[in-house]
Structure formats: structure tokens, C-alpha cells
């Protein structure tokens, strides 16, 4: 594909296409690099070019002598080059393909079990529970949006943060662990809608909920189904039973796969039962049961114990491994994680894939809680944080919650310019999570319940 003196261009420097674009040139490519979005300072432009010889443009350029166009999925498709190339027959790829393509030329992950993550919810608690799973065994690189970290025997060194999650970022993270020396078994890698095709094992966690992508002219599951359409030969899928439209491709295409089902209500290779208290798992010949750690709400990460332990079984891990790594596992920051703060309740469900229906699981479970004070008072903090994530909370999601379940709030703090426009005598607008964590400190007291879900990295 990939072919020297070709020339490409690329398209989107935001969401970690800057990598994409040096990488190329690196492989003697004529790359010219289109800042889509125009969110790129002009020295990090003139860099490209000085430094790589990249062609840059804050414009659309013809596609006359373009051999091959690499654009992110969520790219409207009536942007100007898109539609002429498509009306010329000019080849277009994704940027996961590309880095697939890229990371397959480099051969730098030869000899390592390469993992993909990608779905609608539980990537970034699949990725790390199975890679605390998995370094009981070997040494494991995991990249989520969390950070770049390394797990071995159980415990991870964090060596990198500030990575997205976007596909290009998967190169750069090859790069920190080339740099740093790092000598792994297995790397798994959090990937945003979709995967690259580099992988030994792919995991689809769920295509719901589901949301449109490139001005709603399509769908996210449609783009991460790439994982099943990229599946490189000798790879295995792990998908899950109630995402039929994966499962149908992935047989249509011949492809090996295997399902897992955290409900009764679908039957797959992989079955697990929650009871509240204990996991029980049964795949292949396989079954173990792990007691579940108690401070922190278990019944959010069904997915996570599901996968994680299905594909560590599949990996030959032993069953008192899995189940050993089920129950010492005390959830995410961020992942309804339950937390005393200043005398406070404080469930923090803030991170990279809160969206308005886990908000307001979040307030179900505060609000459920046995030790919960019926006079004690309920503040949610609750939006986003935009300048940190591709797709941001809907300001129509919120309205739509506030309208519903408001007389079970007592002080509500938004989180975002574009919350401003949802109005309402609780609420109080402020711009940051740490502000918002503290306005909500301020207006409560010993025992009060605090509910924290903003949308944001950390």
C-alpha cells in the first residue's frame, strides 16, 4: 500500500494525525499534511515542513496527483477532498488503517502479543484488568487513557501520560517503549472506534450505545467494526453476543472469533453471572467464581470482568490466576469509584467515556446506597471538560436529565461552556472538574453525597 515517492496526503492533524504524517515521510512518501480543523500553531506546521519535508495546508488542495488520501472516520465526508477523491476513484484509507500498515512495515512489535481494545464502553477497565491479569505471567505494556504503563507481577509503573487514545497515538506509544528499552511479552492498546488490523487479538467491549460520527452521515459501530474488517490471518475476535452486526461480519468473513455475554439473556462462548457479591466465569472447560472487592461498584465493570478473564483463559492463563486478579481488582479513578472526601461521599465517575446514561447510573447508585443519609444532601457535578475529548457530553443529554431527575438533586454544577445553556435554579455553571469538586465541597457537609461525572481525561 504504502509504496516510496507515493504520493499522500493526509488528512486531520488533531487527533494524533501529526505522527501519522512523519511516520510516512520517514518511509520516503511525499506527504502533504491538511490541518482539517485548524487547531495547529503555524511553528508546528513549519516544523513539518523544515524537519520532515511535508507539504502542509490549513486548506483543501487538489487531489489531481494524490495517490492515496488517510482521513479520520469522524471526518464529514462533503469535506471538499473527500468528495472529489470519491468522484475521482483516488484511494482513501482510515487513520486506524494506516497506522496498522505503518506498524506492520516497522515490524517493531515482532515477537510481541499485540491486543486491541475498542468499543462504545469498559475499554479502558478491560485493557487494565486484563493487563493486571496477564503480568501475573509476563511483562505487559498498556496503553489506555490513562497513560503509558507497564505491568509486571501485578503492579504498574506509569512511564508516559497525556496520550489520546486516538489510532495514531498507538505510534507513539511503540516509540516511548522503543526509547525506554522496554522488553515486553504482550502490549494492549485502548483504541477509539475502531482498530488497526495490527493485532493477535482484537476485542469489540459493545457497539451500544450508538452515535453518529462524520456529521451523522454514519454511525460508530459501522467504524468500529474496522476491527473485524482489518483482522489480520491468524487472528482471533472476541466480541460480544449482543452485538449481532459484528458477529454476522466477522462469520461472513471467515474470520475466527469467539462471543462473551455478561447477561442470561444471550448465550455465548463465554458466560458470566454477578450476583452482586461473587463473578462466576465459564468458558470453554474452564470455570472459576472470584468474590468481588466491596469499596467500589462492582456492577459497573461486568464487561471488564467478562472480557478480561475470557481472553486471559483463552491466553492460558490459569483459572486461580484470573480469579485471583477478579477479586483483588478495586476499579478505576473515575469508574464508579466509591471515595471519602473531606467527610463526604464522593462516587467519581469521571473519565474519557462517561456519557449521560452513566451519569445517571451514577446517581441511581448514590441515591440506592444503604449507608446513604436520608437527610444528607445530593450535589452532582456533572459535564465536560471539551478541549480533552473528541466527542463531548450533549448539552440536549443533560437538559433531557435535568427535566427528569432534578427533585433528586439538591445543588447540580455544570461543567462546560456549552452546559451554560442549560438552565435551572440548582444549578450553578462553572468551567473545570476541580472547580466544580470544590464549589460542591463548599455548598456541602459531613455525609453529604457527592456525585462526580464530568466528561474528561485523567
Same mark, same amino acid.
Given at each position: 500500500?504504502?509504496?516510496?515517492?507515493?504520493?499522500?496526503?493526509?488528512?486531520?492533524?488533531?487527533?494524533?494525525?501529526?505522527?501519522?504524517?512523519?511516520?510516512?515521510?520517514?518511509?520516503?512518501?511525499? @506527504?502533504?499534511?491538511?490541518?482539517?480543523? %485548524?487547531?495547529?500553531?503555524?511553528?508546528?506546521?513549519?516544523?513539518?515542513?523544515?524537519?520532515?519535508?511535508?507539504?502542509?495546508?490549513?486548506?483543501?488542495?487538489?487531489?489531481?496527483?494524490?495517490?492515496?488520501?488517510?482521513?479520520?472516520?469522524?471526518?464529514?465526508?462533503?469535506?471538499?477532498?473527500?468528495?472529489?477523491?470519491?468522484?475521482?476513484?483516488?484511494?482513501?484509507?482510515?487513520?486506524?488503517?494506516?497506522?496498522?500498515?505503518?506498524?506492520?512495515?516497522?515490524? !517493531?512489535?515482532?515477537?510481541?502479543? @499485540?491486543?486491541?481494545?475498542?468499543?462504545?464502553? &469498559?475499554?479502558?477497565?478491560?485493557?487494565?484488568?486484563?493487563?493486571?491479569?496477564?503480568?501475573?505471567?509476563?511483562?505487559?505494556?498498556?496503553?489506555?487513557?490513562?497513560?503509558?504503563?507497564?505491568?509486571?507481577?501485578?503492579?504498574?509503573?506509569?512511564?508516559?501520560?497525556?496520550? !489520546?487514545?486516538?489510532?495514531?497515538?498507538?505510534?507513539?506509544?511503540?516509540?516511548?517503549?522503543? !526509547?525506554?528499552?522496554?522488553?515486553?511479552? /504482550? /502490549?494492549?492498546?485502548?483504541?477509539?472506534?475502531?482498530?488497526?488490523?495490527?493485532?493477535?487479538?482484537?476485542?469489540?467491549?459493545?457497539?451500544?450505545?450508538?452515535?453518529?460520527?462524520?456529521?451523522?452521515?454514519?454511525?460508530?459501530?459501522?467504524?468500529?467494526?474496522?476491527?473485524?474488517?482489518?483482522?489480520?490471518?491468524?487472528?482471533?475476535?472476541?466480541?460480544?453476543?449482543?452485538?449481532?452486526?459484528?458477529?454476522?461480519?466477522?462469520?461472513?468473513?471467515?474470520?475466527?472469533?469467539?462471543?462473551?455475554?455478561? !447477561?442470561?439473556?444471550?448465550?455465548?462462548?463465554?458466560?458470566?453471572?454477578?450476583?452482586?457479591?461473587?463473578?462466576?466465569?465459564?468458558?470453554?472447560?474452564?470455570?472459576?467464581?472470584?468474590?468481588?472487592?466491596?469499596?467500589?461498584?462492582?456492577?459497573?465493570?461486568?464487561?471488564?470482568?467478562?472480557?478480561?478473564?475470557?481472553?486471559? #483463559?483463552?491466553?492460558?492463563?490459569?483459572?486461580?490466576?484470573?480469579?485471583?486478579?477478579?477479586?483483588?481488582?478495586?476499579?478505576?479513578?473515575?469508574?464508579?469509584? $466509591?471515595?471519602?472526601?473531606?467527610?463526604?461521599? #464522593?462516587? %467519581?465517575?469521571?473519565?474519557?467515556?462517561?456519557?449521560?446514561?452513566?451519569?445517571?447510573?451514577? #446517581?441511581?447508585?448514590?441515591?440506592?446506597?444503604?449507608?446513604?443519609?436520608?437527610?444528607?444532601? *445530593?450535589?452532582?457535578?456533572?459535564?465536560?471538560? &471539551?478541549?480533552? *475529548? /473528541?466527542?463531548?457530553?450533549?448539552?440536549?443529554?443533560?437538559?433531557?436529565? @435535568?427535566?427528569?431527575?432534578?427533585?433528586?438533586?439538591?445543588?447540580?454544577?455544570? @461543567?462546560? $461552556?456549552?452546559?451554560?445553556?442549560?438552565?435551572?435554579?440548582?444549578?450553578?455553571?462553572?468551567?473545570? #472538574?476541580?472547580?466544580?469538586?470544590?464549589?460542591?465541597?463548599?455548598?456541602?457537609?459531613?455525609? %453529604?453525597?457527592?456525585?462526580? /461525572?464530568?466528561?474528561?481525561?485523567?
Amino acid at each position: 500500500m504504502f509504496s516510496p515517492k507515493s504520493n499522500v496526503a493526509v488528512l486531520d492533524l488533531t487527533h494524533a494525525g501529526m505522527i501519522i504524517t512523519r511516520k510516512l515521510s520517514e518511509l520516503g512518501l511525499n @506527504v502533504t499534511a491538511i490541518d482539517v480543523y %485548524d487547531t495547529v500553531d503555524d511553528n508546528t506546521l513549519h516544523g513539518l515542513e523544515s524537519d520532515y519535508g511535508i507539504r502542509v495546508s490549513k486548506k483543501a488542495v487538489p487531489v489531481d496527483n494524490l495517490d492515496l488520501i488517510i482521513s479520520p472516520v469522524h471526518l464529514d465526508p462533503s469535506y471538499e477532498m473527500l468528495r472529489s477523491a470519491m468522484e475521482e476513484g483516488t484511494d482513501i484509507i482510515s487513520h486506524h488503517r494506516a497506522v496498522g500498515l505503518i506498524l506492520s512495515n516497522e515490524r !517493531s512489535l515482532d515477537g510481541v502479543r @499485540v491486543i486491541e481494545v475498542t468499543g462504545s464502553k &469498559a475499554k479502558t477497565s478491560t485493557a487494565s484488568l486484563l493487563a493486571e491479569i496477564l503480568s501475573r505471567n509476563m511483562t505487559v505494556a498498556l496503553h489506555t487513557s490513562r497513560g503509558l504503563e507497564i505491568w509486571k507481577n501485578g503492579e504498574a509503573e506509569r512511564i508516559y501520560s497525556g496520550l !489520546s487514545i486516538a489510532p495514531g497515538s498507538v505510534l507513539h506509544a511503540v516509540d516511548i517503549l522503543k !526509547s525506554e528499552e522496554v522488553h515486553m511479552d /504482550c /502490549c494492549i492498546f485502548e483504541i477509539s472506534i475502531g482498530g488497526t488490523g495490527n493485532a493477535d487479538i482484537g476485542i469489540i467491549t459493545t457497539l451500544e450505545p450508538d452515535y453518529g460520527i462524520a456529521a451523522s452521515s454514519s454511525m460508530a459501530s459501522d467504524a468500529k467494526l474496522s476491527m473485524v474488517e482489518y483482522t489480520k490471518e491468524n487472528g482471533v475476535l472476541f466480541l460480544n453476543a449482543q452485538d449481532a452486526k459484528a458477529v454476522e461480519l466477522a462469520r461472513k468473513r471467515g474470520i475466527k472469533f469467539l462471543t462473551f455475554s455478561d !447477561s442470561d439473556s444471550f448465550s455465548a462462548d463465554s458466560q458470566m453471572i454477578f450476583d452482586g457479591e461473587k463473578v462466576t466465569l465459564s468458558f470453554d472447560n474452564s470455570q472459576l467464581t472470584a468474590v468481588v472487592n466491596s469499596f467500589y461498584n462492582a456492577s459497573s465493570y461486568t464487561t471488564a470482568f467478562t472480557v478480561a478473564g475470557t481472553v486471559a #483463559l483463552y491466553m492460558g492463563v490459569a483459572e486461580d490466576v484470573v480469579a485471583d486478579g477478579i477479586s483483588g481488582f478495586a476499579g478505576l479513578a473515575g469508574r464508579m469509584q $466509591e471515595k471519602k472526601l473531606e467527610g463526604r461521599i #464522593l462516587i %467519581d465517575n469521571s473519565n474519557s467515556g462517561m456519557d449521560i446514561r452513566s451519569a445517571e447510573k451514577s #446517581l441511581d447508585y448514590g441515591l440506592a446506597r444503604p449507608d446513604k443519609d436520608a437527610s444528607g444532601k *445530593v450535589l452532582m457535578v456533572l459535564g465536560e471538560e &471539551a478541549a480533552q *475529548v /473528541c466527542e463531548g457530553l450533549p448539552p440536549g443529554d443533560v437538559a433531557d436529565l @435535568v427535566s427528569r431527575r432534578i427533585e433528586d438533586i439538591d445543588s447540580l454544577i455544570l @461543567v462546560g $461552556e456549552r452546559m451554560r445553556s442549560v438552565q435551572h435554579d440548582k444549578i450553578t455553571h462553572l468551567s473545570h #472538574l476541580e472547580e466544580g469538586l470544590e464549589h460542591a465541597l463548599d455548598l456541602s457537609s459531613k455525609g %453529604d453525597l457527592i456525585l462526580s /461525572c464530568v466528561k474528561c481525561f485523567r
